[in-house]
């Protein structure tokens, strides 16, 4: 394996929303090389649309076959985004699995495989802080690298 490639929020919350729907890496990797985005239409609803994942990517050099082979980095995380992306890759709602507040997240449990999953795929603009463990899980915050440093 390579270094781990760079795709953006957006194209990471999109490729974890449709493996959340049962999307195999087989199924997003024919996609991605036969430009047919139907297998994806179970994944649409209001604000969730895949017409622009594959142009979007090219455009912006996002190497989508590397990415759902190998695993990415997110360039950038937003607030609202990470929560997002942490509910379609993990499951997690925010005020039900875990506590968020501007830069921050807190209290959140995974299991150390999920929190290994996340540092690798989370922006350097953001750092896990692991606390207690309960259990299988780890509890985490996931803190705004200036916030951290405060």
Known sequence: MGNIVKISQNTAIMMER????????????????TGDLSPLKV???????????????????EP?????????KITFNTNNG?????RERFGVEADR???????????LRLSQAN???LKSALAANWVVIEHERQGEDQVISVVIRALAAQ
């Open 64 to 72: 989508l076959e590397q990415a759902i082979r190998e695993g990415y």
């Open 115 to 117: 929190v290994e999953a």
């Open 18 to 33: 449709a493996r959340r729907f049962g999307i195999t890496d087989d199924v997003l990797l024919n996609v991605v090389q």
């Open 43 to 61: 994944a649409e609803e209001e604000y969730y649309s895949y017409d622009d994942f594959l142009s979007y990517a090219e455009e912006n050099g």
């Open 97 to 107: 699995d875990f506590t968020a507040s501007e830069g921050r997240v807190d209290q």
């Open 82 to 86: 990470l929560k997002i992306w942490l």
